[in-house]
């Protein structure tokens, strides 16, 4: 079954419950964006309830600010970690999130969220514009995926189709990125060494990237220091590194933390 991102139907989509939702965009608009409203009858139901995840507090001011008028903004978060726990917590129907989030990006963030609050819809705001970061994301179970660049009104139609039971991708990049299809089908672009690494694997790279001890990654993981140790021994095999740092400068280049 394919799917079309752009801020169209999908080919088969779930009934979803219904929202007063309206974005903000205006018709003839220099971005391109048509306004996007809901029907009289729809306005009367409740508002999208949303949660924001970004470790930059302007971002996720701005993020709040635009949608506060349409929508009830339920909180902030600031690492991965602390997302999983707001969002079991306060079960949004929209949970607006950075790849690259501390603790815990927002890949493997969202593939936990997958099947803790799997009723909560996602939509990443992000500067990663990677074809494999946008692939991931879908894969992961990503609803739609939203450029920092793009105008504001965008944000508000990517999460006025993901309500309509929708996928968008933003026009900025859609041409360059080969989507998979609904069976989650691998496409043809080539993942970076990441993809082979396990899932604590990954935990365990990004921690170590952000400057973080053994101890505090065993604390944080609630594992053994000597098991800590073992992950980055099978890390820095698989990946042929001989060093921190240059475990560091890895997950850096491949989009895991920021510099």
């Not at 507090?57 to 339920?74: K, M, N, Q, S, Y």
């Not at 504001?152 to 080969?178: D, F, N, S």
């Not at 990004?206 to 073992?230: C, D, M, W």
Request: hydrophobic share 40%; glycine share 6%.
């Amino acid at each position: 079954m394919d799917y079309e991102y752009v801020g169209r139907a999908a080919t088969s989509v779930t009934s979803y419950p219904r929202y007063s939702f309206a974005a903000s965009a205006k018709p003839g608009g220099s971005n391109g964006l048509e306004e996007h409203r809901m029907p009289e009858d729809h306005r009367q139901q409740r508002r999208p309830r949303v949660l924001i995840a970004d470790e930059m507090a302007l971002i996720a001011a701005g993020t709040r600010a635009l949608l506060e008028p349409e929508c009830d903004v339920v909180g902030t978060v600031t690492d991965g970690r602390a997302l999983l726990i707001e969002a079991e917590h306060l079960r949004p129907d929209i949970i607006v999130l950075e790849i690259l989030l501390p603790l815990l990006n927002g890949l493997d963030a969202l593939r936990s969220l997958a099947t803790k609050v799997p009723e909560s819809k996602t939509v990443f705001l992000t500067a990663q514009e990677s074809s494999w970061h946008v692939t991931e994301a879908f894969k992961a179970g990503a609803s739609a995926y939203v450029l920092k660049r793009s105008q504001p009104a965008e944000l508000t139609q990517a999460i006025h189709a993901v309500l309509m039971g929708q996928r968008y991708l933003t026009p900025l990049i859609a041409k360059t990125v080969v989507m998979p299809d609904a069976s989650g089908a691998q496409d043809r672009t080539k993942s970076p060494a990441l993809s082979s690494l396990t899932p604590r694997q990954r935990e365990v790279l990004q921690l170590i990237a952000e400057g973080r001890g053994t101890k505090e990654v065993a604390t944080l993981l609630n594992i053994a220091v000597k098991t800590v140790e073992f992950h980055k021994f099978r890390i820095m095999d698989h990946l042929n590194l001989h060093s921190t740092v240059a475990l560091a400068k890895h997950a850096i280049v491949e989009g895991l933390v920021r510099l």
